[in-house]
């Protein structure tokens, strides 16, 4: 819903899309279009553009924060492998301008979480999956730390409160340690199982999905 409600909270709001060749434009009042899509020109790159201004009689005030915006630009650089964000503050003087692009996506993300912490070692897993209308990406590393810091993600949306994607991580990484633990001779006969508390302390993990029609239970739990 991310674009219809800026949109629906905008005095005016203009889509510029780059796409097969042509720059089409549709400009919009208080949610609603005022006209049509129109072709403005040619061109030979793509990409959207959204220009817009909170409306007042909503908002009381539309200070912006660089330092939240720049949280959530680097997060979305890491979530989308290769993708360039530029965010560009025109309130200062000389304009403020920082680029995000970064072609290790998940993998990137996880050394940039742990740029303060003493990992046990350099090498950090990643899986990456596509199957039907879905992906998996998973990428983590264990500190010398004891506390968990996992973060999970659908569709690009920050998901606190867990859900399966989160779920499934945890059970299949607590099910394939005890089986290799027990295969290779490091738990045996009435060894107890470890726990996924066990398995999961001092790890840092980044855990992505992106689904054509994700479930979202209220603001922050995801039910896929």
Known sequence: VGVSV????????????KQNGQVFVQNYEKGKPVDTLTVTGTTNRTGTTVYFKPDK???DETEYDFEVLEHRMRELAFLNKG??????SEKENPKRKEIYCYTGGLHSFVEYMNRNKDPLYDKITYFEKEKDDYSVEIAFQYTTGYSENIYSY???INTPEGG???NGFKSALTRTINTYGRKNGFLKGN?????????REGM????SVKLLDPQFEGQTKTKL
């Open 83 to 88: 993708i360039s964000i530029k965010l560009i």
């Open 191 to 199: 060894d107890k199982n470890l726990t996924g508390e066990d398995v």
């Open 204 to 207: 840092t993990a980044i855990v």
């Open 154 to 156: 659908a569709n690009n």
């Open 164 to 166: 399966t994607h989160l």
């Open 57 to 59: 009689d909503i908002f």
């Open 6 to 17: 800026v949109n629906a909270l905008s005095e005016k709001l203009t889509v510029e899309v």
